[in-house]
């Protein structure tokens, strides 16, 4: 093949993880979570378990259920030694919070048995972490990954051209890349649950059905996914939201909420090198009744005060209803990488001096003030960052957080607080 994709996944990543770090845990079925369930152990699996679902749920089916509080830190340094292995094999790697994908195209003479050095990475990442992976190879990303989740766990899958279009027939619409729970159901309206009664819809019949995601779909059924290979994960969105041990009617607590989850979203973003051009904040109430507002920034940012300004002004254009609320969150989206190049500016604006005058100076004098304090966070948060990766997140918190950990009765205690931040009854972990 002349274009050949690698790509490769931990099995049961962070539920594995902790049964290395805790041999105790071996063979007994785990999920990882708070919450909701954000990984399991295959052991865990055999009873129907998997990621997504609420504790509660899986502890029914599953009595004897371990759980365990996620660690994203380790997680990821497990990881890394993963993506140390991957750059062996190609310069051209694209990483994610738990597989890899690998451009080996053009390295025949060097490789010429791909499935021998799949082999060779396999063992070497067992060998170093003690972690089992899945690995799949075919001639795009799409079918790289395709091949290999049919041979999970710890298989290693080739596909050649001549069997991609025998394996496109024997699949679902569910079974595309890139088709959630929503489009599937959406399609199924519509008769269509086969990948030939997809391929039956023209390229702009699918645009006015899905939009964007349409034209994308009338490629990846045909088996065409021209997706380069490169470069780290930017997600579309990043969210963090929880629920609350008790149904909450307090502005204050649920504003003190939205400032911690908004400072952990932005340092996410910080972290990444990215950008938000928008941000929605959503509420469930006690009675099941969901509400979500949205706004968009005006310009792109990841500092704090940009985003919780806004958020807070959308949590009190949200709250109508005289009734308590479980659970809160905010979404990030438009996500963007910063830019590496910027405008500067001929003369130094913030330290123009303004003369008295007429009072459309006021408005320029307020403009310069504004972006003082927009330099002087641009260079704060960073620094706050570094503690914070050093010494945990828990140990600086603005002081709204810190009020949630106050006892407001003696029957409902306050929020507890560990090295790594509060601890939230709902997982924060990226997906």
Known sequence: MDSLILHVDIDAFFASVEQIRNPRLSGKPVAVGSGVIASCSYEAREHGLRAGMPLGKALRRCPNLIIVRGRETIYRAYARRLFDICETLSPRVEEHLDEAYCDLSGTRRIFPNPVNEAERLCREVTESTGLTVT??????????????????????????????????????????????????????????????????????????????????????????????????????????????????????????????????????????????????VQIAYSDHIRDRRRESLKFPSQLDPDLIRIVLRLRRTLQKRRTAIRFIGLILDKIQPVSSTEQGTLFDDTSTVLEDGPPAAIGVEESHFQKRQQLNWQKLLPQVDRVREQHGHGLLLRGSALALQQKKNPDSPGIPRQRQGLILRTSCLTR
């Open 135 to 280: 690995v799949g190879l075919g001639r795009n990303r799409m079918f790289a990954r395709l091949i290999g989740r049919d041979h999970k766990p710890n298989g290693i899958g080739l596909i050649r051209p001549e069997d991609e279009e025998d394996l496109l027939l024997s699949m679902t619409v569910g079974d595309l890349p890139g088709v959630g729970p929503r489009t599937t159901e959406k399609l199924g309206r519509l008769g269509i649950e086969t990948i030939s009664q997809l391929r039956q819809l023209s390229a702009p019949a699918l645009k006015g059905l899905l939009g964007r995601n349409g034209e994308t779909l009338y490629q990846r059924c045909r088996g065409e996914d021209h997706r380069s290979i490169g470069g780290k994960e930017i997600p579309r969105t990043l969210q963090r939201g929880t629920s609350f041990d008790e149904d909450v009617s307090c502005p204050r607590t649920l504003d003190a909420m939205l400032e911690y989850l908004t400072e952990r979203a932005a340092s996410d973003l910080r972290k990444r090198g990215l950008l938000a051009g928008g941000v929605s």
